[in-house]
């Protein structure tokens, strides 16, 4: 499910930050982005420091093996991110 209000419920500064994305990368800024930027202190934040620890904290696995299975993760659910 897709919520419409990330394509504009979004600061001036955040919709700034998109467009940047845009212009570097060529394609829109991912879901997961506006997602995380939209009302970040109930989701964003906490998320953004739980994907923190899990892709750079300790562990046994190395970052690129954690990347990798990311990616795998990703492509398995068909999600561009």
Known sequence: MRLAVLDSGHTFGKKALFVL?????????PDVVKTLTYRPEYFGTPMSAVFQEVMRGSSEW????RELMA???SKTNECEF
Not at 21 to 29: D, M, N, V
Not at 62 to 65: E, N
Request: glycine share 12%; no cysteine.
């Open 71 to 73: 990616a795998f993760v």
């Open 62 to 65: 190395s970052i690129g093996d």
């Open 21 to 29: 994305i845009r212009a570097l990368s060529g394609h829109p800024a």
